[in-house]
């Protein structure tokens, strides 16, 4: 299908990227690695007046260390995130997560600002970086700051970014010592996850000493399981783990669709992340 007309810009700045936004307001959408906003606008979901490609502005790219944290710019594209050397040691969550988005083809392409700014419940990486207690970074024209993954996926597909703001890197807590796993099911290869699980753990002692579970598509935004978490604090057994579980769906609000019932899908949160966190608790 042909998408619906609109302008076209390509700043070489951050500050000019910022500035076509603000001049453009709510009609401006940010072209990053074009995955998820190409589809949209080929089936004519969307109808911006200005794009905004901000495929050649420096500096947006990369990843570094910063103390106790990974700092990723928003336009690093996904199969990078999966090769890096300090994402692989400091961050394997967010490593192993992104190695499952799509296909080779779109993890060429795709960037992690993008997949996070398009605030797609069902995308594998909202919750990952939930999990992770991550930060983004936005510039608009007030200057730059700093928000919460908790408080930056607001509504389906509704992100805290300002129609003037670009999202410029995402800062990642290192999470040495932690174990990790990522588990999604999805019924046919390289799609979206009807539901996924992100799992941090952390052990003491052989038990577990904090957990964070981040859920994939239970609900209008990516969540966090924070019963369960709360259950999983002292479990030193499988038997203790999978009690913990049970409590994985509690307060979320799955979607009815055809490729899922809420019912199953609470089961499928159950399931799987009692699979996440033995896996990441050596448990399994």
């Known amino acids: 299908m042909i998408p619906p007309a ?21 009609d401006a959408k940010v072209l990053a690695g ?7 606008l080929r089936m004519r979901l969307a109808f911006p007046e200005l794009v905004v490609d901000v495929g ?20 690093t594209t996904h199969h990078d995130v999966i090769g890096a050397p300090l994402v692989r040691r400091h961050a394997g969550l967010l490593a192993a997560a992104t190695a499952t988005v799509a296909d080779p083809a779109v993890r060429h392409r795709g960037t992690l600002g993008g997949s996070l700014a398009h605030a797609d419940p069902a995308g594998d990486l ?15 024209p007030g200057g730059t700051r700093t928000i919460p993954a908790r408080e930056f996926f607001v509504d389906y597909l509704q992100s805290a970014l300002a129609p003037d703001e670009l999202l410029t890197e995402v800062r990642v807590p290192k999470a040495d010592g932690w174990g990790f796993h990522y588990e999604k099911f999805h019924r046919v290869a390289q799609s979206w996850a009807i539901v996924g699980v992100a799992a941090l753990v952390r052990r003491d002692d052989g ?6 579970v981040g859920l994939t598509n239970m609900g209008g935004t990516p969540l966090r399981a924070y019963a ?57």
């Open 56 to 75: 050649r502005v420096p500096g947006l790219s990369g990843v570094r260390e910063d103390g106790d944290a990974l700092v990723i710019g928003a336009m």
């Open 6 to 26: 609109f302008d076209y810009t390509r700043p070489t700045t951050v500050d000019e990227a910022v500035r076509a936004l603000a001049d453009g307001g709510e």
């Open 34 to 40: 074009g995955q998820s906003l190409l589809p949209l």
């Open 228 to 284: 369960c978490e709360e259950a999983l604090s002292g479990a030193g057994d499988a038997q203790a783990v999978a009690r913990a579980a049970q409590e994985a769906a509690d307060g979320t609000r799955p979607a009815q669709d055809t490729s899922a019932s809420p019912k199953y899908r609470a089961h499928l949160a159950r399931v799987l992340t009692r699979r996440a966190v033995l896996t990441a608790a050596g448990m399994g």
């Open 126 to 140: 909202p919750a990952v970086v939930l999990a992770m207690d991550a930060e983004l970074v936005a510039r608009g």
């Open 207 to 212: 038990r577990i000493a904090e957990a964070r």
